[in-house]
């Protein structure tokens, strides 16, 4: 139930915003003033009663204070002079009322607080996710170090620092325009030479087609209500609490964009956010990841784009991409790694398996080549006007405490924390994948009479090659003629390589033509670790896995976590790392280990104490009496069963069942 004064405070606020958007539209929805005029003006105008709101909130409760003050000092003084009951029933009252008011605001923080904890603590929901999280460093920005190596310490000179840093990255190349004639033909010509698929004229039309109402409410649905907000401070809150009066206005907005009408340059301003990276020195500059907060609005025509998106990638994207592609999973290219590099060691099939590390891969990619691939695939262009608006003038600043910000523009990349981001980069990125599975002088593994060459999760791009003296070169070659038309960049130094069946001299020799970093035991790829020995797959992984668990599992159990929350914390966090791990490798278990787990998990669950409940009944379902607990063993056997069942997938929809079949063809 929501507390009385609170409640009442954001009645009154809802009603008087509610009031004044009506008034705003009826006075200036009119024929004359176009739909970005009236879209940003109304921002400005709600923005204002809010600020008045609580403005007026803030004075009334200081009339009240000062009032009650008054009262106060002249019956205290009263009280001094002529004591009786009726003079003490009244000054206690008044104490009573000044102290309401003085604590009305952390007793109302207090209130929602202890409600909210009341109800989602002990459920798989952020407050119980949040506490199991690893406590990272808070970003304060002590000192920063340039890539010219110098210090600074001040939040001015740290912004400065860190706004020319993203300066040069999101203009890293600024003849690469749209309008360079000269550079969009080249990259026609490279797109002619690959064999891109297109979309067909339904799909065409229904991707380029109106926006309606529906679309914006179903894309506002998706989103939650509480992240961040862009610099115009806007929630989606607001637009689910005004929904059915925004909604008309919002879809004139995005089809004007349909049209052509960019927006305006403050509704593409975005802060930038600067979020450490694990494992990195915190005093270098690039040791950042930066969140882009966008505008709420145009998340909202951006998610509506991508919804549109998601149903055409199966048919846009080759199976070797598995990144935020509808239908497919990381653990499709962790399987087949696993098995080719068994293949190759069985087979003694010298191999080389790179594993390529993109430098600031999303943040690099070039708006000429984006726009011009999607017009080479087939978007219409009403489709690409509204991209387009997305992309006309964007700016950001960065977010420094202590510090004002300092806009500047951005002319490349694909932001993250758009929610078209991850789906632009994976067509961003399929015609060099192309380009790589087409050229006769790259071999791959060839297992029955298919080769496999590659395989990529957004910008996790592992390549099985054989012949790497001719192979690897021919890579390289490819790999800069793709950098020089779109901006990505492989950082070759920090690229990984595992050699399989490949003798001392070839790496040798490898080593000094080409400056890989060459690992002769394992290689991390999406979170597993792949070994040369197909034989030390389980050892590489499982067991430190199973002792980070266990060490979480005791940390947690200090933490004042009720029996049915301990019993969420295994279903929400151990749990989908077990899984992941269990469908990503073709590996038995080692019973003794997974029982030892176990018995980690039922010592946590009853923090130390005796079990109380069996453990089978646990396992049981609510609806059968139980209580859901996961039991490890049945879940391996289902991630295991669910694989079969993959098997009987269609022929080229999932590479590592093909490969599967041919090596079951090869072993007969």
Same mark, same amino acid.
């Given at each position: 139930?929501?507390?009385?004064?609170?409640?009442?405070?954001?009645?009154?606020?809802?009603?008087?915003?509610?009031?004044?958007?009506?008034?705003?539209?009826?006075?200036?929805?009119?024929?004359?003033?176009?739909?970005?005029?009236?879209?940003?003006?109304?921002?400005?105008?709600?923005?204002?009663?809010?600020?008045?709101?609580?403005?007026?909130?803030?004075?009334?409760?200081?009339?009240?204070?000062?009032?009650?003050?008054?009262?106060?000092?002249?019956?205290?003084?009263?009280?001094?002079?002529?004591?009786?009951?009726?003079? /003490?029933?009244?000054?206690?009252?008044?104490?009573?009322?000044?102290?309401?008011?003085?604590?009305?605001?952390? *007793?109302?923080?207090?209130?929602?607080?202890?409600?909210?904890?009341?109800?989602?603590?002990?459920?798989?929901?952020?407050?119980?996710?949040?506490?199991?999280?690893?406590?990272?460093? &808070?970003?304060?920005?002590?000192?920063?170090?340039?890539?010219?190596?110098?210090?600074?310490?001040?939040?001015?000179?740290?912004?400065?620092?860190? &706004?020319?840093?993203?300066?040069?990255?999101?203009?890293?190349?600024?003849?690469?325009?749209?309008?360079?004639?000269?550079?969009?033909?080249?990259?026609?010509?490279?797109l002619k030479h690959q064999s891109l698929p297109t979309l067909d004229k339904v799909q065409s039309i229904l991707v380029g087609s109106p926006i309606t109402e529906e679309e914006i409410g179903r894309a506002l649905g998706l989103m939650k209500p509480l992240k961040a907000p862009g610099p115009d401070g806007f929630t989606y809150r607001y637009y689910k609490a005004f929904y059915p009066k925004l909604k008309p206005i919002l879809c004139r907005l995005f089809n004007a964009a349909r049209e052509g009408a960019p927006f305006p340059a403050e509704s593409l301003l975005a802060t930038i956010v600067l979020l450490p990276k694990p494992g990195k020195d915190p005093e270098n500059i690039d040791s950042y990841r930066p969140i882009s907060l966008l505008n709420t609005d145009i998340k909202l025509l951006a998610k509506i784009l991508a919804l549109r998106l998601d149903p055409l990638l199966p048919v846009l994207v080759s199976p070797d991409q598995v990144g935020f592609i509808p239908g497919r999973q990381a653990y499709d290219n962790t399987r087949r790694a696993a098995d080719l590099v068994w293949f190759a060691e069985t087979y003694q099939r010298p191999s080389l398996f790179l594993s390529l590390d993109a430098e600031k891969a999303f943040d690099r990619a070039e708006?000429?080549?984006?726009?011009?691939?999607?017009?080479?695939?087939?978007?219409?262009?009403?489709?690409?006007?509204?991209?387009?608006?997305?992309?006309?003038?964007?700016?950001?600043?960065?977010?420094?405490?202590?510090?004002?910000?300092? +806009?500047? *523009?951005?002319?490349?990349?694909?932001?993250?924390?758009?929610?078209?981001?991850?789906?632009?980069?994976?067509?961003?990125?399929?015609?060099?994948?192309?380009?790589?599975?087409?050229?006769?002088?790259?071999?791959?593994?060839?297992? *029955?009479?298919?080769?496999?060459?590659?395989?990529?999760?957004?910008?996790?791009?592992?390549?099985?090659?054989?012949?790497?003296?001719?192979? /690897? +070169?021919?890579?390289?070659?490819?790999?800069?003629?793709?950098?020089?038309?779109?901006?990505?960049?492989?950082?070759?130094?920090?690229?990984?390589? /595992?050699?399989?069946?490949?003798?001392?001299?070839?790496?040798?020799?490898?080593?000094?033509?080409?400056?890989?970093?060459?690992?002769?035991?394992?290689?991390?790829?999406? *979170?597993?670790?792949?070994?040369?020995?197909s034989a030390d797959l389980y050892s590489a992984n499982y067991p430190r896995l199973f002792a980070t668990l266990k060490a979480e599992l005791e940390c947690w159990n200090k933490y004042a976590i009720s029996w049915l929350g301990r019993l969420n914390c295994i279903k929400m966090n151990v749990l989908p790392r077990l899984l992941y791990m269990f469908q990503a490798l073709p590996v038995p278990l080692v019973a003794s280990e997974v029982i030892a787990l176990q018995r980690s998990i039922d010592h946590f669950i009853w923090a130390g104490k005796r079990c109380r409940v069996a453990r089978h009944t646990l396992y049981r379902p609510r609806s059968l009496g139980g209580l859901g607990l996961p039991s490890l063993f049945t879940y391996y056997y289902a991630t295991q069963l669910a694989q079969v069942v993959a098997w009987h997938a269609p022929a080229g929809s999932r590479r590592w069942v093909d490969l599967i079949w041919k090596r079951s063809l090869c072993s007969e």
């Open positions: 139930m929501e507390a009385g004064p609170l409640a009442s405070f954001e009645k009154g606020v809802r009603k008087a915003v509610g009031s004044a958007l009506d008034s705003y539209l009826l006075l200036n929805d009119t024929p004359d003033v176009s739909i970005h005029t009236l879209w940003n003006a109304h921002k400005a105008v709600i923005r204002g009663v809010l600020i008045s709101q609580a403005a007026y909130h803030k004075r009334v409760k200081l009339q009240a204070i000062v009032t009650l003050q008054t009262d106060l000092r002249r019956l205290e003084l009263r009280h001094k002079r002529v004591p009786t009951d009726d003079t /003490l029933a009244q000054l206690n009252r008044v104490r009573a009322d000044l102290n309401g008011l003085f604590l009305d605001d952390v *007793g109302r923080s207090l209130l929602w607080s202890k409600r909210r904890y009341y109800e989602r603590a002990n459920k798989a929901d952020t407050p119980l996710a949040r506490m199991l999280r690893p406590r990272h460093r &808070t970003v304060l920005f002590p000192l920063i170090r340039d890539k010219k190596g110098q210090v600074h310490k001040s939040p001015e000179a740290i912004r400065d620092a860190f &706004t020319e840093y993203f300066t040069n990255i999101y203009n890293h190349s600024p003849t690469h325009e749209i309008g360079n004639r000269d550079l969009i033909d080249s990259i026609e010509m490279y708006w000429p080549f984006l726009f011009t691939l999607l017009k080479h695939l087939g978007f219409p262009p009403t489709f690409l006007r509204m991209l387009s608006a997305l992309y006309a003038s964007p700016g950001a600043q960065i977010l420094i405490p202590g510090a004002d910000r300092i +806009p500047f *523009g951005i002319r490349n990349g694909t932001r993250q924390g758009c929610p078209l981001s991850p789906a632009l980069f994976a067509l961003f990125l399929e015609p060099l994948l192309l380009a790589i599975k087409s050229d006769a002088g790259i071999s791959g593994l060839t297992v *029955g009479d298919l080769e496999f060459k590659l395989s990529a999760y957004a910008d996790d791009v592992l390549l099985s090659l054989t012949d790497p003296p001719t192979s /690897l +070169p021919r890579v390289m070659d490819l790999l800069g003629a793709f950098s020089a038309l779109s901006g990505y960049k492989i950082n070759i130094t920090k690229s990984e390589a /595992l050699p399989v069946a490949l003798t001392a001299e070839a790496i040798a020799n490898l080593s000094s033509s080409c400056p890989i970093r060459f690992t002769q035991s394992e290689l991390v790829y999406l *979170g597993v670790r792949l070994t040369s020995c």
